[in-house]
């Protein structure tokens, strides 16, 4: 039984059945196809404002391009210190972004301490062109601990972007789980809210391959497309990726699938919480609890896929997907209860 990703759950089937119906026939490439026109229009609907969407097929892309578009080789990127741009992306944005420099900012259960980064932002420029120039905040929502940063929070952010005239960006590998989190509207969750830029993801949660990034700010779309060709992401039969990603957001598909695996995560919260310690809050699909190194031996010998946090041998990650069954959890909660 596998909690370790939901980038190793199944293809949901309504989207795979998409990508069967766009394998029909001939369509225009490089992104003129009817899927990629469709799949504008959806995301314009559904964010109630103009939108250029790119779809790509990584989140590192998608997070990349947009750090190219809005931070200069000569620029500072502010984020979480274990955010994916940070951590888990072997200097995609740095190169992506001809070298601007990311700076990470502490703060507790994933997400940016507004203090910290305040005090960092009202001490830069001490150095004048000695130093890198502020230029991109970036969050991750749901945070790689699996929290979700509230509406006042992202506001607080919004200010600091405001006062210090930089752009907001917004990693959205889990952005569906954070939304029904929330209970708010897309565009409560980025545009409204000050986001210039989102890496929309759908790959976690039952794409295939299929991930974009959208732009709220016209300020930077006018290298958008030749920053996404340079760097070899302007697939020529695009219709395989935006079919997916019609299909994803089509009779709100991407909302029930992530509606699910944040309730498998809370059932397994709440039948656990009086007997596991928990690492942070559970507000989304991703669960981190401390066992025993031995409980942690035991749920791995009956078939339990999961991972070991690093740097620990006992924080473990569980990560509830679309795709994950009541059983399961069931069978989990009582392996772990016995």
């Known amino acids: 039984m596998n909690f370790r990703s939901d980038n190793e759950a199944p293809v949901n089937d309504q989207i795979m059945q998409a990508l069967v119906e766009a394998n029909q026939g001939f369509e225009e490439s490089y992104g003129y196809d009817r899927f990629s026109v469709q799949f504008k229009s959806q995301c314009e609907a559904l964010f109630e404002c103009w939108v250029e969407a790119l779809p ?10 947009a750090m190219a578009l809005a931070c200069p080789p000569y620029g500072a990127i502010y984020c979480h210190e274990g955010a994916h741009i940070n951590a888990d992306e072997c200097g995609a944005p740095e190169m992506f972004t001809g070298g601007a ?39 991750t929502q749901c945070t790689e601990a699996g929290t979700v940063y509230s509406l006042e929070e ?7 972007k405001e006062q210090y005239g930089l752009a907001l960006h917004m990693d959205g590998a ?8 929330l209970g708010c509207s897309p565009a409560e969750l980025t545009w409204q809210t000050g986001v210039d830029m989102l890496s929309f993801g759908a790959t976690k949660n039952g794409a295939m391959m299929a991930e974009s990034l959208l732009l709220f700010n016209p ?15 302007l697939i020529s039969k695009m219709r395989y990726v935006s079919s997916q990603l019609c299909a994803y957001l089509t009779g709100g598909l991407w909302l029930s699938l992530a509606q699910h695996a ?20 559970v507000e989304a699909n991703e669960v981190f609890c401390r066992l025993s190194v031995d409980k942690i031996a035991a749920l791995k010998q009956e078939g ?20 994950t069954t009541a059983d399961s959890v069931k069978q989990l909660i009582q392996a772990i209860k016995e």
Not at 56 to 65: D, E, K, M, R, V
Not at 154 to 160: C, E, M, P, R, Y
Not at 262 to 281: D, G, K, L, R
Request: with cysteine; glycine share 6%.
């Open 56 to 65: 790509l097929t990584t989140g590192t892309a998608a997070n990349s391009i």
């Open 101 to 139: 420099k990311l700076i990470p900012i502490q703060g507790d259960h994933g997400k940016i301490c507004i203090h910290a980064l305040t005090e960092k932002l009202a001490h830069s420029g001490v150095h004048g062109e000695h130093e890198v120039m502020p230029a991109v905040i970036s969050l």
């Open 154 to 160: 992202l506001k607080a952010l919004k200010a600091l």
């Open 174 to 181: 889990r952005f569906a789980n954070a939304l029904v989190s």
């Open 219 to 233: 300020k930077y779309k006018n290298q958008i497309l030749r920053q996404r060709k340079r760097s070899g992401h």
């Open 262 to 281: 944040n309730q498998q995560a809370q059932t397994f919260f709440q039948a656990c919480q009086n007997q596991v310690e928990f690492i942070h809050p």
């Open 304 to 323: 339990f896929e999961f991972h070991v946090w690093p740097g620990s041998q006992d924080i473990i990650r569980l990560v509830f997907s679309h795709a």
